[in-house]
């Protein structure tokens, strides 16, 4: 910073702090800045959370947690209507199809067998997927625009939220900062910055949501989000736990893509 900067600065200060004390009160308002969706729902009226791949842990069932969870904040936070169905075992569809040719049309209708039926949801088997590169030869099925195409229309044609949630443990070690309360010979405290190194365990929650025109089967809107949360070794967190607390910092943006939101804030107006 330069020296005319700082004397800039400073005289701005001074206009700022001369304000206030000519000020005799001050109040807050709050305000709300509404932000728009990220996708026009506009021709849709129904809303389908068909299923996740899933993966990463076996303590948590990634896919129907994460079906119930986005259910259950769609209905109070959407205009679109949440359509009860279970949820899609998606893993062994996406595994079955990769072991088939890739799925074809014919006038615009899928040839038969190429389409695999929706069933009810069981318990999925998550052992096999541990990480992205299990995964990626998973993803294929969200391509397959024949295959959403028939469950979009089992379901009267609405946007389709699909995906893939992995929910990995992790553990990580090495030097933490954190605060130190201290006292002097004559009993005046002072806070000082320490760094110890700790053993640390947690989790990594790494969701991919695909927004699908249930109308087409096509991809409308892909978002992949990556989150971590550690805890003191000696810390027993249940897995279930670490997994809602991680959904709940990326819902706002997930739901902002479907609907309009509002951030909540303040202004401070000088009387």
């Known amino acids: ?18 304000a206030l004390a000519g000020c005799t009160s001050y109040f807050e308002i709050p305000i709300q800045t509404p932000i728009q969706p990220k996708l026009d729902t506009a021709p849709f009226q129904r809303v389908l959370v068909a299923g996740f791949i899933a993966g990463g842990s076996d303590e948590v069932d990634g896919n129907l947690e994460t079906v119930r969870l986005l259910r259950s904040q769609l209905r109070n936070k959407s205009a679109l209507r949440v359509i009860d169905a279970d949820a899609l075992p998606l893993g062994e569809v996406a595994a079955k ?21 929706t069933q009810p949801a069981a318990a999925e088997q998550t052992t096999s997927i541990r990480d992205e590169k299990d995964l990626e030869p998973l993803e294929r099925v969200f391509s397959n625009v024949a295959y959403w ?3 979009g229309e089992e379901y009267q044609q609405p946007l389709i939220v699909t995906g893939s949630v992995l929910f990995m443990p992790h553990s990580r070690s090495g030097f933490v900062q954190t605060e130190q309360e201290q006292y002097d010979s004559f009993g005046r405290r002072r806070v000082v ?29 892909t978002e992949t989000f990556r989150e971590e949360i550690l805890f003191n070794a000696n810390q027993t967190t249940p897995a279930l736990s670490s997994y809602f607390e991680l959904m709940d910092r990326l819902l706002p943006t997930f739901l902002n893509t479907l609907s309009a939101q509002k951030i909540k804030g303040t202004r401070v107006l000088l009387k």
């Open 149 to 151: 195409k028939q469950i």
């Open 1 to 18: 910073m330069t020296a005319r900067t700082r004397r800039t600065v400073s005289s701005l200060l001074l206009v700022v702090v001369g």
């Open 193 to 221: 910055p320490v760094r110890t190194y700790r053993e640390r365990k947690g989790f990594i929650l790494r969701p991919t949501f695909i927004f699908i025109d249930g109308r087409t089967g096509e991809t409308l809107h």
């Open 97 to 117: 199809q990769g072991e088939q040719p890739a799925p074809a049309e014919t006038n615009g209708t899928a040839t038969e067998g190429s389409v695999a039926t």
